[in-house]
């Protein structure tokens, strides 16, 4: 059998994915986060998702079905480890996603190469961006891809929940809340700042971060000593040093004196996804009981 170049392949994947996926249906415009006016026939039925929070979503949404393809970055749940890979978030290897034949690629603007777009552009593939930096926009998120699924009725369900654990945190919040560190890496010492979505659920949660303003930056020691945190949260990702062996350095430390280090999942507080119900419940017990132990 004769080797088929490289564009050939392409261009013949292209051709395949073309052929009719699904039934007819109304069609379907929405505006995704970067103000990109996005067509589609109907409710997607072959779905690339390139954005981790958006496959836990769909399938928290009931359409796990629906999907037909992930990134490397996508292992929860654990039945996302089923659909094939077509690589990292912002390098997908190009044959892999057409032999997918999505109607409909999910990616993330602060995740995903600017080129990628522009190939699927080139390839007239739909592409759904979404960009949700609040609390609101993660509520935006869950009715958006409800919609593009055909899954409303379950997105607005989970919406109706997340409003509800929202409410029920910002009731809870000491008025007086302790002073945290919210470190996403140790070493180097990378913390949210304000501007981040932890920052928000922090502030909500009646927490006062003592990094405000920048969203991730990089402190070092005296910036830490001055700051002098009553309660430091990590949500550091595998593979980092554990947490008590790198801050136990500075006993003097307020948070360290009193053996307020919690360490929280990572994905609870970081993946803008279902799951930050559960981030929004813990957040919010750690620091009610910080609160209540302050000086």
Do not use: K
Request: proline letters at 9%.
């Amino acid at each position: 059998m004769p080797c088929l170049s490289r564009p050939f392949l392409l261009w013949w994947l292209l051709a395949l994915w073309w052929l009719p996926a699904a039934v007819a249906a109304a069609p379907l415009t929405l505006v995704d986060d970067l103000g990109r006016r996005v067509e589609l026939a109907g409710p997607a039925c072959r779905i690339l998702s390139l954005v981790p929070s958006v496959t836990e979503t769909l399938f928290a949404l009931g359409a796990g079905g629906q999907l037909v393809g992930r990134t490397d970055f996508c292992t929860y749940p654990p039945a996302a480890l089923q659909l094939p890979s077509v690589g990292a978030y912002d390098n997908p290897n190009l044959e892999a996603v057409l032999l997918r034949r999505p109607d409909l690629v999910i990616l993330s603007a602060d995740m995903s190469n600017p080129a990628a777009l522009a190939r699927f552009e080139a390839l007239r593939l739909p592409v759904y961006i979404v960009y949700p930096r609040s609390l609101d926009g993660v509520a935006r998120q869950f009715e958006q891809l409800g919609r593009l699924c055909g899954r409303e009725a379950a997105a607005a369900e989970l919406g109706r929940r997340f409003a509800a654990v929202r409410q029920q945190v910002a009731r809870q919040a000491p008025a007086q809340g302790p002073r945290v560190l919210l470190c996403v890496m140790v070493e180097p010492l990378i913390v949210a700042g304000d501007e981040t979505l932890m920052g928000e659920m922090l502030r909500l949660c009646g927490g006062r971060n003592v990094a405000p303003g920048q969203r991730f930056p990089q402190w070092n020691v005296e910036t830490l000593l001055q700051a002098d945190p009553q309660l430091i949260l990590v949500s550091a990702h595998p593979g980092q040093p554990r947490p008590e062996t790198f801050f136990e350095r500075w006993p003097l430390l307020q948070a360290v004196r009193q053996g307020r280090l919690v360490q929280l999942e990572a994905d609870w507080l970081q993946r803008p996804g279902p799951r930050l119900i559960e981030g929004l419940q813990a957040l919010a017990a750690v620091v009610r009981q910080a609160a209540q132990v302050q000086p």
